[in-house]
């Protein structure tokens, strides 16, 4: 859409109305809504800015919280440019970095060391393992992620309950045995996963006055980022921290909340009380027919924040919905398309392809390979969980805290000859003694089992790092360690070359940890491994001169000249799982990630799909609903489908709304009498959209799962 506004747009030193009447907005709590690409970066930054040079607020007073270590970084890069002194502190940061430094002071007052560790998915999963092994769980059954996820119902069903229950001996136990040993095990080597971070700093301020006084008084203004993605938890620390002065700004677009599934809950960004609301509705990224798209799509959602965006740029060319016989040619016709702009004279990294699930991409990649098209696949496996990435941390985080999981990691790791048997073994001793595996192995290292190892040798090198701690850079002590464990060489033999050239970057993070930190910063080693511990997958920079291929949760944030959503077949994009799994959460969530991917897009958009069947069914294919919903004329269509496909789309939409009980012929309510022509009449208990069947009553004849072609209703 194009409305005519003649505010100019954002520059250095320039907002348009809205953008300033954000960034002057400073007392009280103020919710501002800020669509795609209309600059919500840039008015944190100025508010940042205008709190320190025209209010006088001392920047060790104002908190901003982002979701990405990346944001943090470009947050305080436009800071530095606008203040005088180039205002830039520790309070410009994520929620979990902001957490960690509030525990770094706070977390004694229950018993914690100041050197706490963060354990990340991976650790979770290794000590999972280890507490289900011990209480005999079979993995066949329940697999460690499930269990992590018991573990985590466990400590969020009441943070407070959990802590004061096993930071107290004697305490009565509310989990089972495995669970309950799998927080010992957390507790024992003083571990904090990401969700414990939150949990911890809530217990804290509602516990400790002194700390809750000295954190709400000296924070005076808080402002957070991508609040759409904030959890209920986030939202307490939140409200917490903002208790006493009451000036919480709260920046994100509830039509871009594509994480509910772990966690987020948009709807209380859009129930948000404020004092003082801002619509930033104006788009500075994408043309007025890609946003027309978007805008039709997102309009059928109800937990939203009303909104249309609009922009001054005018119309390059108009989104274009591709339709094929097969998926080759699905393929075939994106990497043509790219081979033959680059060709023309395009760069590789102006295109991105998208999909709902990262399976649609292998044929991509081949017809991209085949074109000889340089592309990567963007969020692979993340730095920090690279095997010799983990490997090396492990090392470093026995210099630094002896913590079991580390151990057991790297314990044979060069080879040592020191396999199960010894660790199981080991594993004995420091149950029996009370200690940590490390320190078991100091003690009994003259035992037959360890001493014809190479256990005496690693305990000689922890020790000499040990010492020199205090005397080496967090650089120069990882390289000794390295080096000297036999790490590099180790790799250096790998028939996988880019192994010794991440741990080559690895010591490179560290040597900027040491510029970034003043001279009154922790440059220590723990305070290096906590900082590394909270980087994620977006915190790499993509390669500019590739093609990029991605999921569509992996490209939020991001934007490109020319976008392709691909593989838009009703079933996979929406998700029809998805959607029976969380009904109108899920179908709402579902639609906001079509609206992230249309908005990537700045100047072309093109939407796929083809004709075919369903891997997974191996039922007919439809084109995607968000095809069919958008009005005539704002998509050119190219390849027309049979219009038996268009109605097949109409029909699993209505399919699956009776399934969930919307629409006009929703499913018999609980209650209804019905008749089966061999169990006679009956009373409907329930209805099970997962299995699409009903739960009946009939009586002396017993309850019975039926599907609703055998029912009559009565």
């Not at 329940?142 to 305490?171: C, N, Q, W």
């Not at 934007?559 to 998700?575: A, D, H, K, M, R």
Request: aromatic letters at 8%; charged letters at 30%.
């Amino acid at each position: 859409m194009v409305k005519p506004d003649n505010t100019p747009s954002p520059s250095a030193n320039s907002l348009n109305s809205r953008q300033s009447q954000a960034v002057e907005a400073t007392e009280g709590r103020v919710r501002v809504v800020a669509g795609a690409g209309s600059g919500k970066t840039k008015v944190l930054a100025h508010r940042f800015a205008y709190l320190v040079n025209d209010i006088g607020i001392s920047p060790a007073n104002v908190l901003c919280m982002t979701f990405t270590n990346k944001a943090a970084q470009e947050m305080k890069r436009r800071i530095s440019a606008m203040t005088d002194r180039g205002n830039v502190n520790d309070f410009i940061c994520t929620i979990h970095g902001f957490c960690v430094k509030f525990l770094r002071r706070e977390i004694y007052r229950i018993g914690y060391p100041k050197s706490f560790a963060i354990i990340d998915e991976d650790d979770g999963k290794r000590l999972a393992k280890q507490a289900m092994a011990e209480f005999g769980i079979d993995r066949r059954k329940t697999t460690a992620e499930r269990f992590l996820t018991s573990v985590a119902a466990f400590k969020g069903y009441d943070p407070a309950r959990y802590i004061s229950t096993h930071l107290m001996p004697g305490a009565p136990q509310e989990a089972s045995d495995a669970i309950v040993r799998y927080i010992k095990l957390q507790l024992k080597q003083y571990c904090l996963d990401y969700d414990d971070l939150i949990y911890f700093t809530i217990y804290i301020l509602d516990r400790f006055p002194e700390a809750r006084k000295y954190w709400t008084e000296k924070l005076n203004y808080i402002m957070v980022d991508e609040v759409q993605d904030c959890t209920g938890d986030d939202w307490k620390l939140l409200e917490r921290l903002a208790s006493h002065h009451g000036n919480l700004f709260v920046v994100g677009d509830p039509d871009q909340a594509i994480y509910e599934w772990r966690g987020a809950n948009p709807k209380i960004f859009v129930k948000f009380k404020a004092d003082t609301d801002v619509t930033l509705d104006r788009n500075y990224r994408s043309t007025p027919d890609i946003l027309n798209v978007a805008n039709t799509i997102i309009s059928r959602n109800e937990n939203r924040v009303p909104k249309e965006l609009y922009t001054t740029r005018l119309n390059e060319r108009q989104p274009e919905w591709h339709h094929f016989k097969t998926e080759a040619e699905e393929s075939a016709f994106v990497a043509k398309t790219i081979a033959d702009a680059i060709e023309a004279g395009s760069e590789p990294g102006d295109f991105a392809v998208l999909y709902r699930a990262s399976h649609l991409s292998r044929r991509l990649e081949q017809e991209l390979l085949r074109s000889k098209v340089p592309y990567t696949v963007w969020g692979g496996v993340r730095f920090f969980e690279r095997m010799e990435i983990k490997d090396a941390m492990a090392y470093l985080n026995l210099v630094a805290r002896g913590d079991d999981a580390s151990l057991r990691r790297v314990i044979n790791v060069p080879s040592r000859r020191f396999g199960k048997a010894s660790l199981d073994h080991l594993a004995v001793l420091a149950e029996g003694d009370g200690t940590t595996l490390l320190e078991a192995l100091q003690r009994h290292i003259e035992d037959k089992k360890f001493a014809r190892t190479g256990a005496p040798a690693l305990l000689e090198l922890l020790a000499s790092a040990k010492t020199l701690m205090g005397q080496m850079s967090v650089s120069e002590l990882a390289d000794y360690v390295l080096r000297q464990s036999g790490l590099t060489d180790y790799y250096r033999t790998d028939t996988e070359e880019e192994r010794l050239e991440n741990l080559s970057e690895l010591i490179n993070s560290m040597k900027e940890f040491e510029i970034r930190q003043d001279e009154d910063s922790d440059r220590t080693l723990e305070a290096y491994l906590q900082e590394a511990m909270l980087f994620s997958n977006v915190d790499v920079k993509p390669d500019s001169g590739r093609v990029k291929l991605m999921t569509i949760h992996q490209a939020k944030g991001l934007e490109f000249p020319t976008v392709f959503v691909v593989g838009l077949t009703e079933g996979i994009f929406p998700s029809h799982r998805t959607i029976r799994e969380r009904r109108k959460d899920g179908e709402e969530e579902e639609r906001r990630l079509m609206y992230v991917a249309a908005t990537r897009a700045e100047d072309m958009l093109y939407l796929t799909e083809s004709e075919g069947y369903m891997n997974d069914t191996g039922a007919l294919k439809f084109p995607s609903r968000y095809l069919t919903e958008v009005g005539e004329g704002m998509l050119m269509r190219i390849g027309e489908p049979d219009p038996a496909l268009l109605e097949g789309t109409s029909r699993m939409v209505s399919m699956l709304n009776h399934e969930l009980g919307e629409g006009e012929e929703g499913p018999m309510k609980p209650g209804s009498r019905v008749s089966h022509k061999v169990f006679g009449e009956g009373t409907i208990e329930s209805f099970d959209a997962a299995n699409r069947s009903y739960k009946v009553n009939f009586g002396p004849k017993g309850i019975r799962n039926l599907l609703p072609h055998v029912l009559t209703p009565l």
